[in-house]
Antibody, heavy 121, light 104 residues
C-alpha cells in the first residue's frame, strides 16, 4: 500500500526557509487521481492544511500562508517538497505529508508519520 | 469560509460505553466531503470515516458516521481501550478543533 515519509532538517533559524521532502512508496505520484498535500500541527493544537500539488505541477495553497509557501513535485523520484520562507517561532510544528482525494469525496489518507520542525536561533 | 465546530471539547467515558462526537458546520455542506480522523499521541491522524458515513479500509464496525446539512456525528458503539484519542472532523481543507476522548 501507499506509504509516505517526510524528511528534512528538524531545526531552522528564524527568517530562513524551511524545506521538507515527502517520499512516496508503494504507488506512483504520476498515476493521477490524487493530490499530494502538506498539513501541519502546532504543538498541542489542531491541524492546519498548508497546500497541495498535483503530479502535473498545479498547486493550491492556504491563503493564510500563500505568500510564503512553495510546493513542488519530482515525479522521477516520486517525491514532493515543501518550502516555507521567512519562518518565525510560530512556524514551529509537526509537518505531515498526505495523499489527498478531492474527487466526489474529500479525505487525506495515508499520512506520513510527521516530522517536528523547530524554529529557533 | 466554512468553520467546523466540534463538541464536546473533552469527553470522559469508560470502556464499553457508547461515544457520540459532534461536528457542526457554519453552513450547510455536502456530506460527501465530510471525514473523521483519529489521532493518538505521537502519531499521525488516521482516516476513519469519509463521505460522512463510509468506513475507511480496516476500520472496525464499532465506528460509524452519520449526518447531513450542518450536523454530523461520529459514534463509537462500544469503546475499546485503544479508542481513547483525539478525533477530528474535516471538510475540504478545513479541520475541526478536535474532541479529546479520555478514559473516565
Amino acid at each position: 500500500q501507499v506509504q509516505l515519509q517526510e524528511s528534512g532538517p528538524g531545526l531552522v533559524k528564524p527568517s530562513q526557509t524551511l524545506s521538507l521532502t515527502c517520499t512516496v512508496s508503494g504507488g506512483s505520484i504520476s498515476s493521477g487521481g490524487y493530490y499530494w498535500s502538506w498539513i501541519r500541527q502546532h504543538p498541542g493544537k489542531g491541524l492546519e492544511w498548508i497546500g497541495y500539488i498535483y503530479y502535473s505541477g498545479s498547486t493550491y495553497y492556504n491563503p493564510s500562508l500563500k505568500s510564503r509557501v512553495t510546493i513542488s513535485v519530482d515525479t522521477s523520484k516520486n517525491q514532493f517538497s515543501l518550502k516555507l520562507s521567512s519562518v518565525t517561532a510560530a512556524d514551529t510544528a509537526v509537518y505531515y505529508c498526505a495523499r489527498e482525494r478531492t474527487t466526489v469525496t474529500h479525505w487525506f489518507d495515508p499520512w506520513g508519520q510527521g516530522t517536528l520542525v523547530t524554529v529557533s536561533s | 469560509e466554512i468553520v467546523l465546530t466540534q463538541s464536546p471539547g473533552t469527553l470522559s467515558l469508560s470502556p464499553g460505553e457508547r461515544a457520540t462526537l459532534s461536528c457542526r458546520a457554519s453552513q450547510s455542506v455536502s456530506s460527501s466531503y465530510l471525514a473523521w480522523y483519529q489521532q493518538k499521541p505521537g502519531q499521525a491522524p488516521r482516516l476513519l470515516i469519509y463521505g460522512a458515513s463510509s468506513r475507511a479500509t480496516g476500520i472496525p464496525d464499532r465506528f460509524s458516521g452519520s449526518g447531513s446539512g450542518t450536523d454530523f456525528t461520529l459514534t463509537i458503539s462500544r469503546l475499546e481501550p485503544e479508542d481513547f484519542a483525539v478525533y477530528y472532523c474535516q471538510l475540504a481543507i478545513t479541520f475541526g478543533q478536535g474532541t479529546r476522548l479520555e478514559i473516565k
